[in-house]
């Protein structure tokens, strides 16, 4: 979504395969410890869209062992999966708030030379290239082979395929107006797009960038996320109030579970074992758990401040919420539904991300 408030852009390099790329972001921020520092186990990764960085949380602990500079409105984030390369999207549009009329946003000068994927080592700590990443890059996902980024380009309507290791932007494909959310079936075979104002989800072959379907869902659709299983996909939607339960077989929406009537659903993620969702609610300050099988609330809990990106680590046990206004990250205790602990980020928190440490023998 389109935030509305412009903030100085710092001249970002876009080739790809510049390998010490000049960086957006404060010019006080630099790596904080040695690569021989980072613990094994697992690591979280947020984007901090305003302080233009990378905090590296240890979930081992719950502490900040790394914060790495990454450029211009850091906001979509993942995890190559073995762990050794982070991609953060990175965009040269202006923040729009939503109280600020689109032509008024349209006035404000974009710069797409900052626009593009910062591809971070994690052992050095250091942005290695920016890959193309079409318009506006916001939300991504990664094949499971990690050879593919899959992203959606807000401003254009489009999606973009990158090849991560040519480096080079493959296929662009028209998904409807604003997409945001993208999420890979966990067979790697289907990826899920949502169109904020088309009130959509476009179904794209994953080999091909092909549109093999649309299903429509409720209002400002945000994120997707899959079961374990690739049965079932549930989709956020922000102005609706609701999450949908997408029969993925049929390409149809089976059942809609409406959140209370605070809520802006933003973030979804399923556990591992597929018995709950959890969903970030933005403006309501929560997370709801749903219980799938029945499509209703199980549980809700008070996290920081219009929670966007969340996260749960491996096993289930954790959930990560980015709290932008708060700058700062929950940890939640998935057993007792209980905030462990409240961490202090960069400013404007917006995505996390989860994965292994490059030093845990992967």
Same mark, same amino acid.
């Not at 790809?16 to 980072?38: H, W, Y």
């Not at 990454?70 to 729009?96: E, F, M, N």
């Given at each position: 979504?389109?935030?509305?408030?412009?903030?100085?852009?710092?001249?970002?390099?876009?080739?790809?395969?510049?390998?010490?790329?000049?960086?957006?972001?404060?010019?006080?921020?630099?790596?904080?410890?040695?690569?021989?520092?980072?613990?094994?186990?697992?690591?979280?990764?947020?984007?901090?869209?305003?302080?233009?960085?990378?905090?590296?949380?240890?979930?081992?602990?719950?502490?900040?062992?790394?914060?790495?500079?990454?450029?211009?409105?850091?906001?979509?984030?993942?995890?190559?999966?073995?762990?050794?390369?982070?991609?953060?999207?990175?965009?040269?549009?202006?923040?729009?708030?939503? &109280?600020?009329?689109?032509?008024?946003?349209?006035?404000?000068?974009?710069?797409?030379?900052? @626009?593009?994927?910062?591809?971070?080592?994690?052992?050095?700590?250091?942005?290695?290239?920016?890959?193309?990443?079409?318009?506006?890059?916001?939300?991504?996902?990664?094949?499971?082979?990690?050879?593919?980024?899959?992203?959606?380009?807000?401003?254009?309507?489009?999606? &973009?395929?990158?090849?991560?290791?040519?480096?080079?932007?493959?296929?662009?494909?028209?998904?409807?107006?604003?997409?945001?959310?993208?999420?890979?079936?966990?067979?790697?075979?289907?990826?899920?797009?949502?169109?904020?104002? @088309?009130?959509?989800?476009?179904?794209?072959?994953?080999?091909?960038?092909?549109?093999?379907?649309?299903?429509?869902? @409720?209002?400002?659709?945000?994120?997707?996320?899959?079961?374990? @299983?690739?049965?079932?996909?549930?989709?956020?939607?922000?102005?609706?109030?609701?999450?949908?339960?997408?029969?993925?077989?049929?390409?149809?929406?089976?059942?809609?579970?409406?959140?209370?009537?605070?809520?802006?659903?933003?973030?979804?993620?399923?556990?591992?074992?597929?018995?709950?969702?959890?969903?970030?609610?933005?403006?309501?300050?929560?997370?709801?758990?749903?219980?799938?099988?029945?499509?209703?609330?199980?549980?809700?809990?008070?996290?920081?401040?219009?929670?966007?990106?969340?996260?749960?680590?491996?096993?289930?046990?954790?959930?990560?919420?980015?709290?932008?206004?708060?700058?700062?990250?929950?940890?939640?205790?998935?057993?007792? !539904? !209980?905030?462990?602990?409240?961490?202090?980020?960069?400013?404007?928190?917006?995505?996390?991300?989860?994965?292994?440490?490059?030093?845990?023998?992967?």
């Amino acid at each position: 979504m389109l935030d509305k408030t412009v903030i100085p852009l710092v001249l970002l390099a876009a080739a790809c395969g510049k390998e010490r790329p000049s960086l957006g972001g404060r010019a006080d921020t630099v790596p904080t410890a040695p690569a021989a520092a980072l613990p094994a186990g697992e690591l979280a990764y947020v984007t901090n869209e305003d302080s233009q960085n990378l905090t590296v949380i240890a979930t081992a602990n719950d502490s900040v062992v790394a914060t790495i500079p990454v450029g211009t409105r850091p906001r979509g984030v993942k995890v190559s999966p073995d762990g050794r390369t982070v991609y953060v999207a990175l965009s040269g549009s202006p923040k729009c708030p939503p &109280s600020m009329p689109d032509e008024e946003c349209e006035k404000l000068k974009a710069d797409k030379t900052k @626009d593009g994927i910062a591809e971070v080592d994690v052992a050095t700590r250091r942005v290695t290239r920016v890959l193309p990443g079409g318009s506006d890059p916001e939300q991504f996902d990664i094949s499971s082979d990690g050879q593919r980024l899959y992203i959606a380009n807000e401003d254009a309507g489009t999606a &973009s395929i990158v090849n991560l290791k040519s480096g080079s932007l493959d296929t662009t494909v028209s998904v409807g107006a604003e997409p945001e959310g993208v999420r890979i079936s966990p067979d790697g075979k289907l990826v899920y797009i949502t169109a904020e104002s @088309d009130t959509a989800i476009r179904v794209l072959d994953a080999a091909t960038g092909g549109i093999l379907a649309r299903i429509k869902v @409720d209002r400002r659709p945000r994120d997707v996320a899959f079961s374990p @299983d690739g049965k079932h996909a549930y989709a956020t939607a922000e102005v609706g109030g609701t999450v949908s339960i997408i029969d993925v077989a049929g390409n149809r929406v089976k059942a809609t579970v409406r959140l209370p009537k605070d809520a802006r659903p933003m973030g979804v993620r399923v556990s591992p074992e597929g018995k709950r969702v959890y969903v970030s609610t933005g403006r309501g300050g929560t997370v709801v758990i749903i219980n799938p099988a029945t499509s209703r609330i199980v549980g809700s809990l008070k996290v920081g401040q219009r929670p966007w990106g969340i996260a749960l680590t491996s096993d289930g046990k954790k959930l990560y919420t980015a709290n932008g206004p708060s700058n700062d990250v929950s940890v939640v205790d998935t057993d007792s !539904l !209980l905030v462990r602990k409240t961490i202090p980020v960069g400013k404007i928190p917006w995505g996390v991300a989860i994965g292994p440490s490059p030093t845990s023998g992967n």
